[in-house]
């Protein structure tokens, strides 16, 4: 879980240098969006639709999958 977080938190840091080094020279996401022909709102749009996707795929493979891992933490041996 450690080593998840740290990286998670890496990933974040990295991404507010690339955005500060960005937005230095006067890049901005808006710029961007449209170099790539796609609107903010458009982004959005696409963001939604695919978290709507993914959430029922999701939850059932929760349904599945932490049950299991609950078994598996019961059921371990005991650490020394």
Do not use: N, Q
Not at 28 to 47: D, N, R
Not at 64 to 70: A, F, K, S
């Amino acid at each position: 879980m450690y080593r998840m977080t740290l990286s998670i938190f890496r990933i974040l840091v990295a991404s507010l240098l690339m955005g500060l080094i960005l937005s230095h020279f006067g890049i901005t996401a808006e710029k961007l969006f449209s170099e790539i022909g796609i609107s903010s709102e458009g982004a959005l749009e696409m963001i939604r639709r695919t978290l709507r996707w993914a959430a029922p795929h999701i939850a059932l493979g929760v349904l599945v999958i932490l049950p299991v891992w609950l078994a598996f933490y019961l059921f371990r041996p005991p650490r020394s």
